[in-house]
Every structure is written in C-alpha cells, then in structure tokens.
C-alpha cells in the first residue's frame, strides 16, 4: 500500500504576524506615556518599604517576572498571591510599601477583593491596566495603561500582546529605577552571588587560594631534585623561591627545568637560584580572580604566586583553577 507524504505546514507567516503585532505594541506604548510614569517612578523612589506585586493568572506570571527583575536590579520587592493575601498573605504588606496590581481588565475580582485591605493597611497603589477608568484605575494612587492594542490571538481570549507590553513596562520600569538608583555591575553581583557575573565580580584571588590551598615555596639554596618533588607534590608544575625572610625573589617551573636539561644533564644537584626567573609576574590576594586571569592571558603564563602587601607568597593558581570556577 503506497503512502502518502502529506507537506508540512509552513507557520512562518503566522508566526511573522504575532511578532509584528507585539512589536507594534510595545512600541505604541510609547504614545500612552504620560506624567503618570513620572509619578510611579518617584513614588517607589521614595518608598521606605517594598514595592508588593500582585496579579491574577497570567498577569501574576508576568508580575513574578518583573518583581524578580526590580529585586535583581535594587528594588526590593516581592510578589503577592491575590488569592493568598485574601487568606492571610496580606500580613506581608505594610504602610511602607507601594503595591502595584496588574490587572488587563483592571477587573479581576481576586485583586480588586485586595483593595480595601490595603486602603487600611495604607500602602500605596499603582494599576497596571488596559483602561485607566476601570474599577482597579480609578481605585489606585497612580495609574498606567498599557493602551489598547488588540491581542495577537485570532480569537481575541488568550492573553499575548497584553501581557508582552505589560512585561515590557515593568522592565522598562526596573530600568529606569536602577540608573536613578546609579546601580552598578558589583551591586548586580552581589544579588547574584552563583552566577557567573558574580563570581567575576566578587571572587578575589585569595578566595581561589584558600580553595585550592596550594603555596609550594623553596628557598634559594635547595636544589632543582629537591624543589620537583614539591612541584610534583602541588600539582602546579611551578614552585615560588623565596629568600631567608620569606619574600618571593623568582619562580622556577617544570619548563625551566626542561629547557636547562637541553644544555647540560649535570641539572639536579644544582641550586634554583641559579635557574629560576627572578622578575616573576605576580598578584596580591586581594585582587578579583578575573583580574588574575587576565593577567595570566595577558603574560602568557600559567602559574601566578599570589602575595601579599610585603612581597611573601601565601599561595599559587593555576589558569586552569580560574577556569575551572566558570571565569
């Protein structure tokens, strides 16, 4: 029985559509600014408690996304369940805070059933709504629309263009306070203490060095037999060679000692001062680990004795330590 192949369905144009419909109305959204940003945006300036997000459905998905986004970029704040505040959540708000309610409709019986507790808690109101005269606008301290544009769902129901501009604003919002707050990359880092920014940002040298706890040192008289069976017991292929009070005078590594046995085989009852590189390339333990990297990238090494402020090594990183911490 032959079969047969039916074509596949081409859906770049619907897909085409409902970007450019979004697009549009994020970009519409710029005619519906008004004094009302400028007020919402002081208010949570000037706020001495925390900016309370709440929404109902699919305008909670979205709150919870633009409350991680203020709390990741210096605004605190927290996300409110309507439903768990009508149960006891409320407890949470305090007359510090500024609550914003999201709501398309700015009708949703969960968030608007909110309102009078808040009225007496005394936080402040801010709606994000499709129709500033709505019950939720007309009941708020501030309100912003998010305009009128049609969703890009056909049959008009499912929330999309709605809850894409209202994403949007509550980015371009979290924005706007984090240059007014003069936000920096090290205080994003400290909220993101796992990631990768910040351990770029936060981790010093001497955290490297207390992790790997590696320090092989030699003084300059020991011998280059002596000093391999403490770069083979590091793991470092390097050892730091040090004077009689400690302070680092040069570095020796394994391709120091490879490169010397291409001239002579009468190498390992030698001393390692007569062998090791005596303008070492070094980092004090307060230095960023990023920085000990670039460094080693720069200079084309390996190793790097870490110092500290009177020149004696308290440790020794390999790149391969840095790289291995995702920097």
């Keep these: ?47 001495k408690g925390r900016v309370v997000i709440t929404g109902m ?8 996304k633009i409350n991680a986004t ?97 994403l949007a604003l509550g980015d371009a919002l979290a924005i706007a306070l984090l240059k007014a707050r003069n936000f920096k990359p090290e205080d994003f880092a400290l909220f993101h203490p796992s990631g990768s920014l910040g351990r770029k940002l936060l981790l010093t040298v001497e955290n490297v060095v207390a992790a790997t706890q590696k320090n092989p040192l030699a003084y300059g008289n020991t011998t280059i037999k002596e000093s391999l069976f403490q770069m083979t017991a590091q793991g470092l292929g390097a050892i730091s060679v040090v004077d009689e009070t400690d302070r680092l005078i040069g570095i020796l590594t394994d391709g120091d000692i490879r490169r010397a046995f291409t001239q002579t085989s009468d190498l390992l009852n030698r001393e390692v001062n007569e062998l090791c590189n005596t ?19 720069d200079c084309k090494i390996n190793v790097l004795p870490v110092v500290d402020p009177y020149n004696r090594p308290i440790g020794m990183i390999h790149i391969l330590d840095l790289m291995n911490l995702g920097l």
């Design 279 to 297: 303008t070492p390339v070094t980092i004090e333990s307060g230095a960023l680990a990023v920085q000990a990297l670039e460094l080693m990238e």
């Design 57 to 64: 459905g699919k305008s909670g998905i979205i709150g919870r």
């Design 1 to 47: 029985m032959l079969s047969v192949k039916i074509p596949a369905i081409d859906f770049i144009a619907d897909v085409t559509e409902v970007l450019e419909k979004e697009a549009n109305a994020i970009l519409a959204l710029k005619d519906e600014l008004n004094e009302s940003i400028n007020d919402a945006l002081n208010m949570i300036l000037e706020c």
């Design 70 to 166: 203020m709390a990741s970029t210096g605004t605190p704040s927290l996300f409110l369940h309507p439903s768990e505040g009508l149960h006891g959540d409320l407890g949470m708000v305090t007359k510090d805070d500024i609550v914003i309610a999201i709501s398309n409709s700015g009708e949703t019986d969960e968030v608007l059933n909110l309102i009078p507790s808040i009225k007496r808690i005394g936080a402040k109101m801010i709606a994000i709504v499709k129709n500033p005269l709505s019950t939720l606008g007309m009941k708020s301290d501030v309100v912003l629309s998010i305009g009128n544009a049609p969703e890009a769902c056909p049959l008009g129901l499912a929330p999309t263009t709605s809850t894409t501009v209202t």
